[in-house]
C-alpha cells in the first residue's frame, strides 16, 4: 500500500515556475515506477512525466524541455520542476505510482493516486 500526497500548486503568472512535490508513504516506494498526470476542467486525465526506478524519465511532448521530474529515495519522495509555464498548463496535478512493466502511462494502470495539486497559470 502506497500512500501519496501533493504539494506546491499554486498561481503563477506565465513564463513563471512551480515545483510540485510528492510524498510517498511505504517501505516499498523505491520498487515503484511514478508519474505526474494532469487533469483541466472538462477534459481528461492526462499523463505529464514519469520516472522508472533506474531514473529513466519520460515526458510528454508539451512538458520536454520545460518540466523536470526527479526522485528522492532516501526521502520517499518524487518532484516536477515545472519552467516556463503556460496558460495552458492550467490543471489539476496528480501524482502517480505502479509497479514496474506495465508499458505506457494511462490513468486505468495506475495503482495509486495522489489526491490532487491545482497549478493555476494566469496570462
Known amino acids: 500500500q502506497v500512500q501519496l500526497v501533493e504539494s506546491g500548486g499554486g498561481l503563477v503568472q506565465a513564463g513563471g515556475s512551480l515545483r510540485l512535490s510528492c510524498a510517498a508513504s511505504?517501505?516499498?516506494?523505491?520498487?515503484?515506477?511514478m508519474a505526474w498526470f494532469r487533469q483541466a476542467p472538462g477534459k481528461e486525465r492526462d499523463f505529464v512525466a514519469s520516472?522508472?526506478?533506474?531514473?529513466?524519465?519520460y515526458y510528454t511532448d508539451s512538458a520536454k524541455g520545460r518540466f523536470t521530474i526527479s526522485r528522492d529515495n532516501a526521502k520517499n519522495s518524487v518532484s516536477l520542476q515545472m519552467n516556463s509555464l503556460k496558460p495552458e498548463d492550467t490543471a489539476v496535478y496528480y501524482c502517480a505510482a505502479r509497479p514496474w512493466g506495465l508499458g505506457y502511462w494511462r490513468p486505468s494502470n495506475v495503482h495509486y493516486w495522489g489526491q490532487g495539486t491545482q497549478v493555476t497559470v494566469s496570462s
Open positions: 511505504g517501505r516499498t516506494f523505491s520498487s515503484y515506477t
Open positions: 520516472i522508472s526506478t533506474s531514473d529513466i524519465t
